[in-house]
């Protein structure tokens, strides 16, 4: 099955710097490549997705970019905020419409120093 | 739209017993999932269903049932409830093609 790689497991800058995640997939069918956000307390929300159709997505100061030859994914998060601060998820599915059956990475606690 | 929505949210259930998480959802999605995440972990999924009457196993099913009558419930029992099954829970919904929702999670504790 698939297997997903996140890192780094923490991750802390300073408000107004950049912030990047990467995450590697083991099984190269895999064609759909969401991320979550996850607030203490709270189920995991979308930030931003990106199909195997598309090298790079781009929504406001967030952005994610897809290598297929070399398997792997990053966030990038630009004139970070304090309201930044939670838990990252990637994740990749193969499903037959993208999103059924989503592997999961471990994980990146986001923390923006004031 | 209240979205997706599970009760309890919190439950402590002895070593044996067994319990059923809620989940329902009013966006009108066919598919639904189960997941838990475990402390410092990702979520895994534990069931899915692409409609009523239709499920199917994810990568952690065994101590779980579930059922998909309606299109908006998507329950999940535990039969026999075990240190091991300790975790946070997760349902979600999503149209073919298009993002999962999750609800708000239910967090379990078997002692």
């Known amino acids: 099955g698939e297997n997903v790689e996140q890192h780094p497991s923490t991750l802390s800058v300073q408000e107004g710097d950049s912030a990047v995640i990467k995450c590697t997939y083991s099984d190269s069918a895999s064609n759909y490549f969401p991320w979550y956000k996850q607030e203490l307390g709270k189920g995991p929300q979308l930030i931003i997705d990106i199909r195997s159709n598309v090298g790079e997505k781009k929504d406001q100061r967030i952005a994610v970019t897809l290598n297929k030859t070399a398997k792997h994914f990053s966030l990038h998060i630009t004139e970070t905020q304090p309201e930044d601060s939670a838990v990252y998820f990637c994740a990749a599915s193969n499903g037959n419409f993208g999103n059924e059956k989503l592997t999961f990475g471990t994980g990146t606690r986001l923390t923006i120093i004031p | ?111």
């Not at chain 2, 989940?23 to 189960?34: F, L, R, S, T, V």
């Not at chain 2, 410092?40 to 579930?66: Q, R």
Request: charged letters at 15%; hydrophobic letters at 30%; proline letters at 6%.
């Open chain 2, 1 to 111: 739209n209240a979205g997706v929505t599970q009760t309890p949210k919190f439950r402590i259930l002895k070593i044996g017993q067994s319990m059923t998480l809620q989940c329902a959802q009013d966006m009108n999605h066919n598919y639904m999932y189960w997941y838990r995440q475990d402390p410092g972990m990702g979520l895994k999924l534990i069931y899915y269903s692409v409609g009523a009457g239709i499920t199917d196993k994810g990568e952690v099913p065994n101590g779980y049932n579930v059922s998909r009558s309606t299109t908006e419930d998507f329950p999940l029992r535990l039969e026999l409830a075990a240190p091991s099954q300790t975790s946070v829970y997760f349902c979600a919904s999503s149209r073919p093609g298009y993002e999962q929702y999750f609800g708000p999670g239910t967090r379990l504790t078997v002692t």
